[in-house]
């Protein structure tokens, strides 16, 4: 094959994702989000453990009109009987983004700032629009690893804290037929 053409599919892209990456990988431990939890100091006596990992690539980092993307890896599992999600987060500022799934299956959790409630069933090959303005937070409700991508505009800010004064209306909950949603 002519050199010139470069035979990348998206799974050998992010097989090498550690390699590509610009930023430290982030992982995140039930340690750092046991209070989103709501059994989280409960299971956390029981030890501590990863819940996911993130790799960002920022090839133009702050400049206008570039982007920034990343792959998150989801473990399984639940954390006193809720499955296990990332922290989730709102863009401070204008920032919408793009999420696509990679592997596995889940839930994307999507709430405006006037407390309007969406949830997208995610698996491999679902893209779905974040507006501006809407928290965002993945929950793995399947048995494997949930992979997932997401661009976003370079130069946005990531509120967390929000998280803990508004946090999702919904808690995902693994119940004896599945899926359980339980009020916050
Ligand atoms: C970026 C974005 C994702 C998440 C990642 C981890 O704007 O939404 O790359 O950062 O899935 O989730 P959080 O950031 O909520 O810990
Ligand atoms: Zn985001």
Redesign the pocket.
């Known amino acids: 094959m002519d050199k010139r053409i470069l035979p990348i599919t998206l799974e050998d892209y992010f097989k090498d994702i550690p390699a590509r990456a610009t930023e430290p990988v982030?992982i995140?431990s039930l340690s750092q989000m046991v209070s989103l939890f709501k059994d989280g100091e409960e299971a956390l006596k029981e030890g501590d453990w990863e819940l996911?990992r993130?790799w960002?690539i920022e090839p133009a980092m702050n400049q206008p009109g570039e982007m920034?993307f990343?792959v998150?890896d989801?473990y399984p599992g639940t954390i006193g009987g809720e499955f296990n999600m990332?922290?989730?987060?709102y863009?401070a500022g204008p920032g919408a983004?793009l999420?696509m799934g990679l592997k596995g299956s889940g839930l994307l959790l999507l709430q405006s700032r006037e407390g309007e409630l969406k949830i997208i069933e995610f698996k491999e090959g679902t893209a779905t629009y974040?507006p501006s303005g809407w928290g965002?937070?993945?929950v793995n409700t399947g048995e494997q690893t949930m992979t997932?991508l997401?661009v976003?505009p370079t130069g946005?800010e990531?509120d967390?804290e929000v998280m803990y004064r508004n946090d999702f209306k919904v808690r995902v909950l693994k119940g004896d037929g599945g899926v359980v949603f339980e009020d916050r």
């Open positions: 982030l995140r996911y993130f960002t920034a990343g998150t989801l990332t922290h989730g987060h863009h983004e999420y974040i965002h937070r993945m997932f997401a976003w946005i990531h967390y």
